[in-house]
């Protein structure tokens, strides 16, 4: 009976970390100025990412209360938009951008001013709670007639086109802000829009290296953190499927030849290129399969039973041996790596207290460190406060840490044998033990010496004034134990 009850507990959890990475891979769009019940609902069931478009945004005041509403739902969650600036702006949409789009860009030729513009638009996003940007667009608009791109390319030149990509990257994350580059393998020679159909690009494989290709490589180099696939067939690439859907070309060009190794979102899953011949939960099916990480479910689809849909599609694709489990976890996985970097990047571009807090961070390993990914157990080995702190300050790093691992748990340990107790609680999980001036306590020694005996791999932080040797796998010195250096302390530990 135990068994059987044990059996079906894990199932169970099985089915529920299925489901969520399901959720956590879509990027859906919703109606509405602020958040509709149903999407609360499903963000506090693993939906990771929202995408944002004009019908969203009033003012930059009414978008800033509704981030903090996604926000207060889940905190790490990655808001997108698509904000090129120019022509297509989301944030000014009812009265035009502040900022020329990228073909005025190129055509200054100034990348200085380039990275200028994409680091203010990036602080502007930013300030509204945005993280992600779908832009900017890379395309080579090396074909006049091209209806969709046009002066969202920064020209014809593939030369031109890769430095001012790089310098959009690096200004706009600059700020915080995760860059999309866009549309891979790039759209510019195409005379048909994906928004109605399937686009083709007949150029040979040393035309697309030497054009195309380009400003993605230069955007990888800069360090863009997404890139969004483009639903155009490429026939000297791959034949038979566009490239949202082309294995060949999400991993075998972008991840194994051109060495990319963060996010990559789909362009809208609704759009007719896709929708009309495999059908959105198909072709949901078929990108993640193909090494795409995120699916924007963008314009035209924007309700819980579109969202519902495909997170059954790729769970029941999972289940029938289509879709692999591993290729699912590991897309969801560099979702939330995201998630994080955009914490990390925006605190990075603005918050002065935890620069400070990261620069004061002494480390000692005692081999290679593996980053904590799974829930790990935090023993707080705690003193009794003195009077100027008082008792009522929280201090350590557990909630700080189950920000960046979900499920991490923390005890409270102050007395003498304390160590039998925390081996008992922590299970076979990762220990990270925190203490706060271990040299003015004997009991919190033992207790340390015990857990390193039992559990070597222990990380041990301590938040007082390091004056014991250090120890652990991991030993990190916060030289105080405010809630910032408790941050700076998990990003460490958590490889963020």
């Not at 860059?179 to 690009?201: E, Q």
């Not at 072709?283 to 399969?289: D, E, P, T």
């Not at 991490?408 to 007395?415: K, R």
């Not at 040797?469 to 408790?486: E, K, N, Q, S, Y």
Request: with cysteine.
């Amino acid at each position: 009976m135990t068994t059987l009850a044990r059996g079906t507990a894990a199932s169970n959890a099985k089915t529920d970390g299925l489901t969520r990475d399901a959720l956590t891979v879509l990027q859906p769009g919703f109606t509405g100025t602020s958040a509709p019940d149903w999407l609360l609902r499903r963000l506090g069931e693993g939906l990771a990412s929202v995408g944002l478009f004009g019908r969203n945004i009033a003012s930059p005041e009414q978008l800033a209360a509704l981030t903090a509403q996604l926000r207060a739902e889940r905190d790490d969650l990655l808001v997108a938009i698509d904000e090129e600036g120019g022509d297509v702006t989301r944030l000014e949409v009812r009265t035009g951008s502040s900022f020329p789009g990228n073909h005025a860009l190129g055509a200054v030729d100034d990348v200085h001013l380039t990275r200028d513009v994409a680091a203010e638009l990036g602080r502007r996003l930013a300030a509204c709670g945005v993280n992600l940007n779908w832009a900017p667009s890379a395309d080579i608009n090396s074909n006049p007639a091209n209806p969709v791109i046009g002066v969202r390319s920064f020209g014809a030149d593939a030369a031109l086109t890769a430095r001012h990509t790089a310098a959009y990257v690096e200004g706009l994350q600059s700020a915080g802000v995760a860059a999309c580059t866009k549309h891979f393998p790039g759209h510019g020679d195409t005379a048909v829009d994906s928004h109605h159909a399937v686009p083709r690009i007949d150029a040979d494989l040393e035309t697309l290296h030497a054009r195309e290709l380009a400003p993605f490589r230069a955007a990888i180099a800069a360090g863009t953190r997404a890139v969004m696939s483009a639903h155009i067939l490429v026939p000297a690439l791959d034949p038979e499927r566009p490239a949202t859907l082309s294995g060949r070309i999400l991993t075998g060009l972008l991840r194994e030849e051109l060495g990319y190794d963060g996010l990559i979102v789909t362009d809208g899953i609704e759009m007719q290129a896709i929708a009309a011949a495999y059908g959105i939960e198909r072709g949901s099916v078929l990108a993640i399969a193909a090494g795409a990480d995120a699916i924007c479910v963008g314009g035209g689809l924007a309700d819980d039973d579109t969202v519902l849909r495909l997170r059954d599609a790729l769970v029941d694709a999972v289940r029938a041996g289509e879709l692999p489990e591993e290729r699912l976890a590991d897309a969801a996985a560099r979702v939330r790596e995201l998630a994080r970097w955009t914490e990390a990047g925006s605190r990075a571009a603005g918050d002065i207290g935890l620069i400070a807090a990261r620069r004061a961070l002494t480390l000692s390993r005692s081999g290679a460190y593996t980053p904590v990914t799974s829930a790990p157990y935090v023993a707080a080995l705690t003193p009794a406060a003195n009077i100027a702190v008082g008792d009522e300050t929280p201090w350590g790093l557990a909630a700080e840490l189950a920000r960046l691992v979900p499920g991490t748990e923390t005890g409270n340990w102050s007395a003498p044998g304390a160590a039998e107790g925390v081996l008992s609680a922590a299970g076979d999980r990762r220990i990270v033990a925190v203490v706060r001036d271990e040299h003015r306590h004997p009991w919190m020694s033992s207790t340390l010496d015990t857990l390193l005996a039992a559990r070597p791999d222990t990380i041990v932080v301590e938040m007082g004034v390091p004056q014991s040797p250090p120890r652990g796998a991991l030993h990190i010195a916060t030289h105080g134990a405010a809630r910032v250096c408790g941050r700076a302390a998990a990003e460490v530990i958590a490889g963020a």
